[in-house]
Nanobody, 118 residues
């Protein structure tokens, strides 16, 4: 079975923190470009944080720069998104994605709900 399993979402107060995990099952992340997306109610899915398969540089979206940190643990075949100073506008379903170009292929996680509210 090939899938990305996300966890760590939930309800948090404004200013709080969460760490999302995305564990690969049935395949290895080596050779894939990893990224995080989110989709808020009534909005289209947006790219939050792209990262190379080697855990190189990350070009964060302007809305999350300085607050979110993307990392990868190759030994655990897992990527993470550390989210600090959360705001109500961060409320969304967060998805991780694995993509490769040769041969082309994309694997999406099922999504995990993050709700920031008092």
């Amino acid at each position: 079975q090939v899938q990305l399993v996300e966890s760590g979402g939930g309800l948090v107060q404004p200013g709080g923190s969460l760490r999302l995990s995305c564990a690969a099952s049935g395949f290895t992340l080596s050779g894939y470009a990893m990224s995080w997306y989110r989709q808020a109610p009534g909005k289209e899915r947006e790219l939050v944080a792209p990262i190379t398969s080697t855990g190189g540089s990350t070009n964060y979206a302007d809305s999350v720069k300085g607050r979110f940190t993307f990392s990868i643990d190759n030994a655990k075949n897992t990527v993470y998104l550390q989210m600090n100073s959360l705001k109500p506008e961060d409320t969304a379903v967060y998805y991780c994605k694995a993509a490769r170009w040769i041969p082309p292929g994309v694997i999406w996680g099922q999504g995990t709900q993050v709700t920031v509210s008092s």
